[in-house]
């Protein structure tokens, strides 16, 4: 969703229709799908708390975005020129160096999530917990933080 939607969304809740708010926190769950608290039919002071979340999320969102641009634009510039006469390891840690500056970046660059731990790098291995016969929690770790958890075993 743009800003200039979710921004347009954020002043309807803030609206003193009742009806009007009721669709824009419906509308803002769906675009969104995140729960800041909003009910249409709450006092002020409670819509206003869960104003100021979601107002904060939307700035942290924004900020992110600008990172993952810039970020962009710096990997825009590297060239595969640039990389020739590196060895692959040297061309993989300038890579990487690069793409630590925004985990975010570096995720869809690889089409991968984050790394849970790390936060930097894109998760390879995935750790299970099963109870039962059921999956009850995935855990996404890169290679580094899984070595260093122990969750790297040899086959």
Known sequence: MDRKALDALVAALESADAFERLDAEKRLR???RRDFGFRWDDPGE???RAIARL???V???AK???EARRA???AGALSLASLQ???PEEAGKKLEALLAKAPSLS???LGRPPCAECGTRPATVEVVEVRGRKPASVLRLCDPCAARRGEIRER
Do not use: F, K
């Open 30 to 32: 769906g675009a969104v």
């Open 46 to 48: 409670a819509r206003a």
């Open 55 to 57: 107002r904060a999320w």
């Open 59 to 61: 700035e942290e969102q």
């Open 64 to 66: 992110e975005s600008r």
């Open 72 to 74: 962009a634009a710096q």
């Open 85 to 87: 006469g590196l060895t």
């Open 107 to 109: 995720a869809l660059a």
